[in-house]
């Protein structure tokens, strides 16, 4: 992700129940608690991307979201967590690489993912803001499908999850480059129009002529020589 984060500092564990007092025991399982109150679950389906519950430490409903961690200095204990997205439009990797091509013709593997909801991403298939265009389909062939994901990365860069990228998918940048495009392609089409010397007069009148030649008057016979 190229937009910066919204990070949140980690409350200590050795602070859990007296950050929480009477609320300790209602929060079962909770791994981390930030100083905004989000309570984070691990994710068994995504090591290293945690989850937050639908509700704070004060009760208050809250829209589960996906948190990654940041570490500094020590390498056991993160010292925040960087907002990722909601929760919602989580993604995980169920195999690292895809089958491609008809099976005993020319199938083979190719660098990329499988996600849980059975589309496809390939490290060849990305917009210019290294996002993932996602496909779908059977028997090794699949189509673009108009879905891009997003990767979350580890702190090392390695990715361990997506994240699907709401339908502003096409980017400024994008629609700018494809509109000068277009402009581009127009203006060379009309200075091409333009530039060719137009037929004179008597050529187009030649050329109709031999589309369509002149009748015959029979109504004044020849005279015999």
Excluded: W
Aim: aromatic residues 10%; proline residues 8%; contains cysteine.
């Amino acid at each position: 992700m190229d937009e910066e984060r919204k990070q949140y500092a980690v409350v200590p564990f050795d602070t859990f129940e007296r950050y929480l007092g009477p609320r300790y025991e209602n929060v079962p399982g909770v791994e981390y608690i930030l100083e905004n109150g989000t309570l984070l679950y691990f994710m068994e389906e995504a090591p290293g991307v945690y989850e937050s519950a639908d509700h704070t430490v004060t009760g208050e409903p809250a829209s589960p979201k996906l948190y990654v961690p940041i570490y500094e200095g020590d390498e056991m204990q993160p010292s925040a967590f960087a907002e990722v997205g909601p929760r919602e439009q989580f993604a995980a990797i169920t195999d690292f690489g895809v089958t491609i091509g008809l099976a005993g013709v020319n199938q083979r593997k190719e660098p990329g993912y499988v996600l849980d909801n059975g589309l496809v991403l390939l490290d060849s298939e990305r917009d210019s803001q290294g996002n993932y265009k996602a496909g779908a389909g059977m028997d090794g062939m699949f189509l673009q499908t108009g879905r891009v994901f997003e990767p979350i990365r580890y702190g090392d860069g390695e990715i361990i999850a997506f994240l699907e990228k709401q339908p502003e998918r096409t980017r400024a940048k994008d629609l700018d480059a494809a509109s000068a495009d277009c402009i581009l392609k127009a203006q060379e089409r009309y200075e091409a129009k333009h530039t060719e010397k137009p037929p004179s007069l008597r050529a187009q009148l030649r050329k109709v002529q031999k589309a369509r030649p002149l009748p015959v008057d029979h109504s004044h016979p020849e005279k015999e020589r």
